[in-house]
């Protein structure tokens, strides 16, 4: 199977600009999807295929890839982007399996 | 309004067997692939298993294969995970999740439940 790397941690100033980076095997094959989650709570799709937004994720929320990486840009952070964000993909074995990354721990400063 | 509401969770010793439910609406339930996804606690996310949309496809994630079942009653609008021989290792909030293409094996999910909380302890 597949295995999706992300940084466990990122930080960045209010109202600067993060990328937050996904890298694996799978990924030269599928986009990657993106999902924030804050805690106590469900995760969010904040970005899916080549570099879509569901209906009410915010336009500063962006989504770009490279080879084996993929990486979710924040342009503008705000302090509610604070969140853990997880990167996903199909399993490049053949099969529909899905993957996750570990998660990047998000903070605004 | 698409709701995902997942139910069945419990306290169950290790070897034990436990049927969560996830009620589905708000959606056309039987164009869309469903998914599992737990989350042990403080951890990340985990994918668990798939199911197509007419159900006739499964597939499960090599920590689980052999222990649990996936299924759907479209007629209900319900999937459910059969667990069976339970571990420790288990413990986890259970999430189901709609994908975003229907008719697709898709890995984009765009609709959670609040998930379900399994406990694996003697």
């Known amino acids: 199977s597949s295995e999706l790397t992300q940084d466990p941690a990122v930080s960045v100033a209010l109202g600067q600009t993060v990328r937050i980076t996904c890298q694996g095997d799978s990924l030269r094959s599928y986009y990657a999807s993106w999902y924030q989650q804050k805690p106590g709570q469900a995760p969010v799709l904040v970005i899916y295929g080549k570099n879509n937004r569901p209906s009410g994720i915010p336009d500063r929320f962006s989504g770009s890839s490279s080879g084996n990486t993929a990486s979710l840009t924040i342009t503008g952070a705000q302090a509610e982007d604070e969140a853990d964000y997880y990167c996903?993909?199909?399993?490049?074995?053949?099969?529909?399996?899905?993957?996750f990354g570990g998660g990047t721990k998000l903070t605004v400063l | 309004e698409v709701q995902l509401v997942e139910s069945g969770g419990v306290v169950v010793q290790p070897g034990g067997s436990l049927r969560l439910s996830c009620a589905a609406s708000g959606f056309t339930f039987d164009d869309y692939t469903m998914h599992w996804v737990r989350q042990a606690p403080g951890k990340g996310l985990e994918w668990v298993s798939l199911?197509?949309?007419?159900?006739?496809?499964?597939y499960y994630a090599d920590s689980v294969k052999g222990r649990f079942t996936i299924s759907r009653d479209n007629s209900k609008n319900s999937l459910y995970l059969q667990m069976n021989s339970l571990r420790t290792e288990d413990t986890a909030l259970y999430y189901c999740?709609?994908?975003?293409?229907?008719?697709?094996?898709?890995?984009?999910?765009?609709?959670w439940g609040q998930g379900t909380l399994v406990t694996v302890s003697s």
């Open positions: 199911i197509s949309w007419d159900g006739g496809s499964t």
């Open positions: 996903n993909s199909r399993d490049s074995s053949g099969n529909p399996h899905v993957v």
């Open positions: 999740a709609k994908v975003y293409v229907l008719r697709y094996f898709d890995w984009s999910l765009d609709d």
